[in-house]
């Protein structure tokens, strides 16, 4: 089975302070995924990931950056948390579609990390 | 945005009734995947229906694509109170899709009363 592992369940920071959320899945999947959800919002893409330093803006990076530096962690950083990033935060991997294939694949979740920013 | 939306927000059912979720998009797919989300934990992989595809069938889930009308519904039968989550529509974009993007709905809350 494939596992993503989100390394809190639960993080309390301040305002201002430099945030990392990490992430790690072992099924060497090449795609990796940060969301957040919040109640009305549904699932809100910040950064995706398809290799090894590369990195795509979602529909929400501001205040946030990204690092993959090996294939199996992706890295989420909020610069200068705001209370307004308070929120759960998902991350997901997923397999490159296959040549011949135009599907994107299933993606698999971790538990999510629910961040306050006090 | 190709994001899907659920219909309805809300479902609250009995022990053994059906439950339907409808699902709808705006642009070309290549594949529709439904996704549930237990409270408080990541999202779990349902199924994928391809848009050649017009009905699929997971045990006790039954899900359908309508391309003309960009659409697909997500029938769960004989539902349990274990089935209470949240259910979410995942889209990609058809021809020039970003790799590997999805685009989520909502979701709709279903509630399975014992």
């Known amino acids: 089975d494939v596992k993503v592992t989100q390394s809190s369940r639960y993080l309390v920071k301040r305002t201002g302070e430099k945030v990392f959320l990490e992430c790690v899945q072992d099924?060497?999947?090449?795609?990796m995924f940060w969301y957040r959800q919040d109640p009305g919002l549904g699932l809100r893409l910040i950064y995706f990931?398809?290799?090894?330093?590369?990195?795509e803006k979602g529909d929400i990076p501001e205040g946030y950056s990204v690092s993959r530096e090996k294939k199996e962690r992706f890295s989420l950083i909020l610069e200068s948390a705001s209370t307004n990033q308070t929120s759960m935060y998902l991350c997901?991997?997923?397999?490159?579609?296959?040549?011949?294939?135009?599907?994107?694949?299933?993606?698999?979740f971790g538990d999510g990390t629910r961040l306050s920013i006090l | 945005s190709q994001q899907g939306e659920e219909d309805p927000q809300a479902l609250s059912i009995q022990e053994g009734e059906n439950a339907t979720m409808n699902c709808s998009y705006k642009?070309?797919?290549?594949?529709l995947q439904w996704y549930r989300q237990n409270s408080g934990r990541g999202l779990v992989h349902l199924i994928l229906?391809?848009?050649?595809?017009r009905e699929k069938h997971s045990g006790r889930l039954r899900v359908t694509l309508d391309t003309s009308k960009k659409s697909s519904s997500l029938l769960i039968t004989a539902s349990r109170a274990a089935d209470t989550a949240s259910y979410f529509c995942?889209?990609?974009?058809?021809?020039?899709?970003?790799?590997?993007?999805?685009?989520f709905g909502r979701g709709t809350q279903l509630t399975v009363w014992p």
């Open positions: 997901a991997s997923s397999h490159l579609r296959t040549d011949g294939s135009k599907s994107n694949q299933p993606q698999h």
């Open positions: 099924m060497d999947h090449e795609n």
């Open positions: 990931s398809y290799d090894v330093k590369m990195k």
């Open positions: 642009t070309s797919i290549n594949n």
């Open positions: 229906i391809r848009s050649n595809e």
């Open positions: 995942a889209t990609d974009e058809g021809r020039g899709s970003t790799l590997g993007r999805l685009y």
